[in-house]
């Protein structure tokens, strides 16, 4: 079957805009989750403790934008209080010293994690999709999967995530390599 360049340029164009708008979903509804357990513990009068899940460091930035002023940064496994405020997958924290700071909610998980540095094993019964990041869309070509069986590193464990060599992957898939 032959295209046309200009209908294969627009197919592509199609499928880089539907990306986009997967990611922003995504992001949008890590927001919400976070945002419902900050509302929980904001009903207790308490601010929210979070933990940074990520490979080495994140930025903290003076806005909620990837492309603002960065102000300091947060190691993984580190954590930090937030007041509950989320704009446009980023979480405002309250404790970062002097400043009035952000970091975005695709780095951050309401469970402390566990620095785990051994290898795993692939579980489920279908191939795992590798993520950006927590519950965000999936990694592009052949590293974006994990097949049953397969051996992965992993890092970091934060409740249902694993930060691995190949991504984020969640827990369910993975069981620790008894070899």
Same mark, same amino acid.
């Given at each position: 079957?032959?295209?046309?360049?200009?209908?294969?340029? $627009?197919? #592509?164009?199609?499928?880089? &805009?539907?990306?986009?708008?997967?990611?922003?979903?995504?992001?949008?509804?890590? *927001? =919400?989750?976070?945002?419902?357990? =900050?509302?929980?513990?904001? *009903?207790?009068?308490?601010? +929210? &403790?979070? /933990?940074?899940?990520?490979?080495?460091?994140?930025? +903290?930035?003076?806005? %909620?934008?990837?492309?603002?002023?960065?102000?300091?940064?947060?190691?993984? !496994?580190?954590?930090? +209080?937030?007041? !509950? $405020?989320?704009?446009?997958?980023?979480?405002?924290?309250?404790?970062?010293?002097?400043? @009035?700071? /952000?970091?975005?909610?695709?780095?951050?998980?309401?469970?402390? %994690?566990?620095?785990?540095? @051994?290898?795993?094993?692939?579980?489920?019964?279908?191939? =795992? #999709?590798?993520?950006?990041?927590?519950?965000? %869309?999936?990694?592009?070509? &052949?590293?974006?999967?994990?097949?049953?069986?397969?051996?992965?590193?992993?890092? /970091?464990? *934060?409740? @249902?995530?694993?930060?691995?060599?190949? !991504?984020?992957?969640?827990?369910?898939?993975? $069981? *620790? @390599? %008894? !070899?």
């Amino acid at each position: 079957m032959y295209y046309k360049p200009e209908v294969i340029h $627009e197919l #592509a164009e199609e499928k880089k &805009r539907s990306n986009r708008v997967t990611a922003a979903l995504l992001a949008m509804l890590i *927001a =919400v989750v976070i945002f419902a357990a =900050v509302s929980i513990s904001r *009903a207790s009068g308490e601010d +929210l &403790r979070c /933990w940074v899940l990520c490979k080495t460091y994140v930025h +903290l930035r003076m806005r %909620p934008d990837k492309d603002s002023t960065e102000v300091g940064r947060l190691d993984c !496994g580190e954590s930090f +209080l937030t007041d !509950g $405020e989320t704009r446009n997958g980023w979480i405002h924290v309250i404790d970062a010293g002097d400043c @009035d700071c /952000w970091v975005y909610s695709g780095y951050v998980v309401t469970e402390q %994690p566990e620095a785990v540095f @051994d290898n795993y094993i692939c579980v489920a019964n279908r191939q =795992v #999709a590798c993520r950006r990041w927590v519950d965000g %869309p999936r990694i592009d070509g &052949r590293l974006g999967w994990l097949k049953n069986g397969n051996a992965v590193s992993v890092f /970091w464990i *934060a409740g @249902d995530w694993a930060l691995t060599s190949r !991504g984020y992957i969640r827990t369910e898939w993975l $069981e *620790a @390599d %008894p !070899g």
